[in-house]
């Protein structure tokens, strides 16, 4: 059974905070990716990955940095946390090609920052 | 750049009757893939059918089937026998085939209720 896990379901942070978000899947995917979640914009690429320490900006990379050290973990970084990143934050993986794979997804993260 | 429009932010349906859920894209590419996911209350996104655009023929699974216009960018999902289990936010989303790390541009959702 497939598995994308996020560190935390719930988190809160102070402003200015760096916060660090947690994926790890058990597939052996080569792609990895990261998405905020917010009501009425539904979701929308920060970063992914589709190697160890390889990375590419998403849609909105603005504020944010990854880290992926290992081919089964990528971890978000706010390096100085503010209000207007309070959102739900979804971890996704895919195998690696150019095939119709799905990408299975975290149980995501809710981040209220303060 | 890509861009996926669900119009229908809300929709309504009765137990045991069908649905179909619009969706919209814009793209240059003519190779690419497009996904419906569903999203319970639950949170976890999960995918329930995808189509390849090179296929002419309509994707189904179950009670879920899709209708691919690929002139006209559409692709509505329609769920037939509608089941209390299916209420959840759907979100239509675009994925094209070149550039195979890519993420998925992802429509702002319909929130699906099932009216018991």
């Known amino acids: 059974d497939v598995k994308v896990t996020q560190s935390s379901r719930y988190l809160v942070k102070r402003t200015g905070e760096k916060v660090f978000l947690e994926c790890v899947q058990d597939m052996d995917h080569e792609n990895m990716f990261w998405y905020r979640q917010d009501p009425g914009l539904g979701l929308r690429l920060i970063y992914f990955s589709y190697d160890v320490k390889m990375k590419e900006k998403g849609d909105i990379p603005e504020g944010y940095s990854v880290s992926r050290e290992k081919k089964e973990r990528f971890s978000l970084i706010l390096e100085s946390a503010s209000t207007n990143q309070t959102s739900m934050y979804l971890c996704?993986?895919?195998?690696?090609?150019?095939?119709?794979?799905?990408?299975?997804f975290g149980p995501g993260t809710r981040l209220t920052v303060l | 750049a890509q861009t996926v429009t669900q119009s229908q932010p809300e929709m309504s349906v009765q137990e045991a009757e069908t649905v179909t859920l619009s969706c919209t894209y814009d793209?240059?590419?003519?190779?690419?893939?497009l996904f419906w996911y569903k999203q319970p209350p639950s949170r976890q996104m999960i995918l329930v059918i995808r189509?390849?655009?090179?296929?002419?023929q309509n994707a189904t699974e179950n009670r879920f089937s899709v209708n691919f216009q690929k002139a006209a960018k559409s692709f509505s999902l329609k769920i037939s026998d509608s089941q209390l289990g299916d209420a959840a936010m759907y979100f239509c989303a675009y994925r094209r085939m070149r550039g195979g790390a890519d993420g998925l541009t992802f429509g702002k959702g319909t929130h699906l209720i099932i009216q018991p």
């Open positions: 996704a993986s895919r195998r690696g090609g150019e095939s119709a794979d799905t990408q299975y």
């Open positions: 189509q390849e655009a090179y296929k002419q």
């Open positions: 793209t240059s590419e003519s190779d690419y893939y």
